[in-house]
């Protein structure tokens, strides 16, 4: 009898949480991917900015930069729940031809939109003038477009191959945990973005 009611509560439980699922990812879609879009990128800079504590660059946690990082990640989440969504209606299917396609486009035109997106939002949060951020475009933007150009040609494939449109910002989300660390170091490595970078630099020079 214990055995069956708890195979039965099982059941509910597994039947609830695919029912809640389901929701999610399809009438919940915009607000899910805007918070994938959201804890991602916040959890991204968390283990990042523990990872320069333990290298020596980073003296103690920078909240100011987790919150920017934040609301960085729900401009992206947002951004490309549209993007996704267009690019599917624009070119339906999972041919090989419609697939490199996706790939073709997304990489020429929204990689590049993103590029700049992410930099110019975060030097606008930061407090940055407008030709510091321009200065930031120049120098910084290049790195991290030939960083996209290496990796998301490969993980697109996968994404538009496989994948239904529902879980496209979640998987790229997945994926860019380990890529934003690129972009962190980009961003924060190479000029004073931060209270904290600064000390850290005018430490090791004395």
Same mark, same amino acid.
């Not at 947002?78 to 993007?83: E, G």
């Not at 962190?184 to 490595?189: A, E, F, Q």
């Given at each position: 009898?214990?055995?069956?009611l708890?195979?039965?509560?099982?059941?509910?439980?597994v039947?609830?949480?695919?029912?809640?699922?389901?929701k999610?990812?399809s009438?919940?879609?915009?607000?899910?991917n805007?918070t994938?879009?959201?804890s991602?990128?916040?959890?991204s800079?968390l283990v990042?900015?523990?990872?320069?504590?333990?290298?020596?660059?980073r003296?103690?946690?920078?909240?100011?930069?987790?919150?920017n990082?934040?609301?960085?990640?729900?401009?992206?989440g947002?951004?490309?729940?549209?993007?996704y969504?267009?690019?599917?209606?624009?070119?339906?299917?999972?041919?090989?031809?419609?697939v490199?396609?996706?790939?073709?486009?997304?990489?020429?035109?929204?990689?590049?939109?993103?590029?700049?997106a992410?930099l110019?939002? /975060?030097?606008?949060? +930061?407090?940055?003038? &407008?030709?510091?951020?321009? $200065?930031?475009?120049?120098?910084?933007? =290049?790195? /991290?477009?030939a960083? +996209?150009?290496?990796? &998301?040609?490969?993980?697109? $494939?996968?994404?538009?191959?496989?994948? =239904?449109?529902?879980?496209?910002v979640?998987?790229?989300?997945?994926?860019?945990l380990?890529?934003?660390?690129y972009y962190?170091?980009?961003?924060?490595?190479h000029?004073?973005?931060?209270?904290?970078?600064?000390?850290?630099i005018?430490?090791?020079?004395?």
């Open positions: 009898m214990a055995g069956a708890q195979k039965l509560a099982q059941n509910v439980f039947k609830a949480l695919r029912n809640g699922a389901h999610l990812f009438k919940y879609l915009f607000a899910t805007t994938i879009g959201f991602l990128a916040a959890a800079d990042n900015q523990q990872c320069e504590k333990l290298s020596g660059f003296v103690q946690w920078d909240p100011v930069r987790t919150r990082q934040s609301i960085q990640g729900i401009l992206f947002s951004t490309y729940h549209f993007w969504i267009f690019l599917d209606r624009m070119l339906p299917g999972y041919t090989a031809r419609v490199v396609r996706k790939v073709f486009i997304d990489q020429v035109i929204m990689t590049p939109i993103g590029v700049v992410f110019v939002s /975060l030097g606008i949060l +930061e407090g940055q003038h &407008g030709a510091d951020i321009m $200065l930031d475009i120049k120098n910084k933007g =290049p790195l /991290l477009l960083g +996209e150009w290496t990796f &998301g040609p490969i993980t697109q $494939l996968f994404n538009f191959f496989l994948l =239904p449109t529902r879980f496209r979640l998987y790229d989300s997945i994926v860019c380990s890529f934003d660390a962190i170091h980009i961003k924060y490595r000029g004073k973005s931060s209270t904290d970078n600064a000390q850290v005018t430490n090791e020079l004395n």
